[in-house]
């Protein structure tokens, strides 16, 4: 999944792309490029790396109209030639999202001779449209999704007319209308104080763009509007505010992201009341750290609603043939709202009569446009690739839900034990001194993270978090698990990490420390368990966290293990906020 913008009118069309390129970034930074109409020519500028190397290329540009492209390589390996654009007989198309059935269209455009500069998917794409070009750029572009499988978000431009022609199929893409010009992007940011109003297009459309106005046509080619919302993207540039890299920023943020979410939830709570009446079921999905909050939240309506449920990651949920009724409640997780995995899920949920609630940081976004109802992750823009703050947003969003669905009695407990928690969570952060266990993950050649319950799915975000950013291997493993098979890893060389926050449940995790201590591996423990921090004082690595409600607890832990994840990346020299084959928002499967 990468980031698409495109402009035509009286500006500097390098300019804004550029700009629009560097506020897409974090959907891709493995490659980037620009094409150009100036004359009646295309002027195509790519480069592997990052948007920053195209910036001394687009100086000289003089140009109305262009499109931009920021990658995160599906297929093909990142270089210049697989960069957007790509470029066929005087035309040039940039595209984000998989073209799932390119292996035979490409096959059939080499045998009508074709010529193929990348091993990209993307590059069909061009080549049909040169195929299908008689003169009408828009016309190809209606022929050409007609033999695409799979999802798009595409813009074109060509060397005989002045426009923009665009279409979209499963990846999000948004027009914009300013004043002397109009913009296209596959998001909001791109669009960041450019204009005032936007539209979002539907699947199945395409549409032209000039200087001087937008025509959008439906799947049935027929000319349709699209309302007109406020575009709502912030245009102020987000700094670093002191510190080194905005994962630490934002994980000190985590405080502020919890007391907004549940301030927002006040806004919510009722009609997430009605939409859950009567449900007798609950699965909970998301991908990645998503995920992670959602294996919580799944536990926050066993124990408080004693309701059944379930979670799966999207991408298994959504091929499993899931049962589901009208009175199942699917929560989908999102911090983007844009997961494609996520968002197919919650779509095939609610075509199977489920209510879907998504939980999620991006208040306009396809989750949020198709969901039954919305709880709102406040947690601020997320610029790191790696999620911190928005997982904590998750778990206060998801508790509070969980709450609702157990009725008045426990909903005003918990809203009351919650509301205490950021002041909790800002003394963990005062006090957090991982510089020596950061130090020990990042010399060892693997690290295992153990919990139980709670504490093993907080064990799934450690390691994930570690893993994502420091490029240290390891796993998360429920700690009664690890005799049954994973003990076999354990030498001096790997270092165990165990959470331990509930307290009928210390001993069992206890017993993995011991396990792992002898057999010669390392260990460190993370409690907030009074006996846990006696036993092993002075004993071994100790992370000592507040004393919390049990399931409160995973608020801390979850810092606690992000920031014991940024550490060791920091010591190792990563390049935090960006890590290597990443991209923060995953628009194709
Ligand atoms: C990990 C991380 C990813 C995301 C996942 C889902 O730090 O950020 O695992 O959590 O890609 O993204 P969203 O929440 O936007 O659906």
């Not at 790509?86 to 940039?94: E, F, K, M, P, Y």
């Not at 061009?126 to 695409?148: C, D, P, Q, S, W």
């Not at 199929?169 to 204009?195: H, M, Q, R, T």
């Not at 395409?206 to 027929?222: L, S």
Request: net charge negative; aromatic share 6%.
């Amino acid at each position: 999944m990468c980031g698409i913008v495109g402009y035509i009118g009286g500006g500097n069309a390098a300019e804004i792309i550029l700009g629009g390129l560097k506020r897409l970034e974090y959907r891709g930074y493995d490659s980037a490029g620009a094409a150009f109409l100036s004359d009646g020519k295309i002027q195509l500028v790519k480069k592997q790396g990052r948007v920053e190397k195209l910036a001394p290329l687009l100086k000289d540009v003089r140009s109305f109209a262009g499109i931009g492209h920021t990658r995160w390589a599906t297929h093909g390996e990142p270089s210049d030639a697989n960069a957007h654009p790509h470029l066929s007989d005087g035309i040039a198309v940039v595209h984000n999202g998989i073209i799932e059935n390119y292996a035979e269209l490409k096959a059939e455009l080499i045998s009508g001779g074709a010529k193929f500069l990348s091993d990209t998917d993307s590059e069909v794409v061009v080549h049909l449209l040169a195929k299908n070009y008689g003169g009408n750029l828009i016309e190809a572009m209606r022929k050409t999704v007609k033999a695409l499988e799979g999802s798009y978000a595409l813009m074109a431009i060509c060397e005989s007319e002045n426009k923009i022609v665009v279409a979209r199929y499963k990846s999000p893409l948004i027009v914009g209308y300013g004043d002397g010009g109009n913009f296209v992007a596959s998001d909001e940011p791109a669009l960041a104080g450019l204009c005032r109003d936007i539209s979002i297009l539907e699947d199945g459309d395409v549409a032209e763009i000039t200087a001087d106005g937008v025509n959008i046509f439906d799947k049935y080619f027929k000319p349709v509007t699209r309302a007109k919302e406020p575009n709502l993207a912030v245009s102020a540039s987000l700094g670093l505010e002191g510190c080194p890299h905005y994962m630490l920023k934002e994980l000190r943020e985590t405080p502020l992201s919890v007391e907004a979410t549940v301030r927002a939830f006040d806004g919510v709570k009722d009609n997430l009341s009605t939409v859950l009446k009567g449900v007798k079921r609950v699965i909970l999905t998301g991908c990645g750290t998503a995920y992670h909050a959602a294996l919580i939240g799944k536990r926050y309506v066993e124990c408080f609603a004693r309701i059944p449920a379930e979670c799966e990651t999207a991408g298994e949920f959504r091929y499993k043939n899931p049962v589901i009724d009208n009175s199942t409640a699917v929560f989908a997780v999102s911090q983007s709202g844009e997961t494609a995995d996520t968002v197919e899920a919650a779509r095939l949920a609610l075509s199977m009569g489920a209510k879907v609630i998504a939980v999620t940081n991006s208040h306009r976004s396809e989750l949020t446009r198709l969901a039954t109802a919305v709880v709102p992750v406040a947690a601020g823009p997320e610029i790191c690739v790696a999620a911190t703050k928005s997982y904590t947003g998750q778990l206060a969003a998801l508790y509070l839900s969980a709450a609702t669905l157990a009725g008045d009695e426990i909903y005003s407990e918990c809203a009351k034990k919650i509301k205490a928690i950021p002041a909790v969570i800002s003394e963990t952060l005062e006090n957090l001194d991982m510089r020596s266990l950061a130090h020990i993950c990042a010399s060892s050649s693997g690290v295992y993270f153990l919990g139980r319950d709670l504490d093993y799915a907080v064990a799934l975000e450690g390691s994930l978090k570690l893993k994502e950013i420091s490029y240290v291997a390891g796993e998360g493993y429920p700690s009664g698990e690890l005799k049954h098979g994973t003990l076999a890893l354990i030498d001096v060389n790997t270092t165990s990490v165990v959470l331990i926050t509930d307290k009928s449940l210390a001993s069992k995790s206890e017993n993995a420390v011991e396990q792992v201590l002898s057999r010669g591996g390392k260990v460190a423990v993370i409690t907030n368990v009074e006996e846990a921090e006696e036993r092993f004082a002075g004993k071994l690595p100790l992370i000592s966290l507040p004393a919390c409600d049990k399931f409160l607890s995973p608020l801390l832990s979850g810092v606690a293990v992000q920031m014991l994840a940024y550490k060791a990346a920091a010591v190792l020299g990563r390049e935090i906020d960006k890590p290597r084959n990443l991209a923060k928002s995953v628009t194709v499967e």
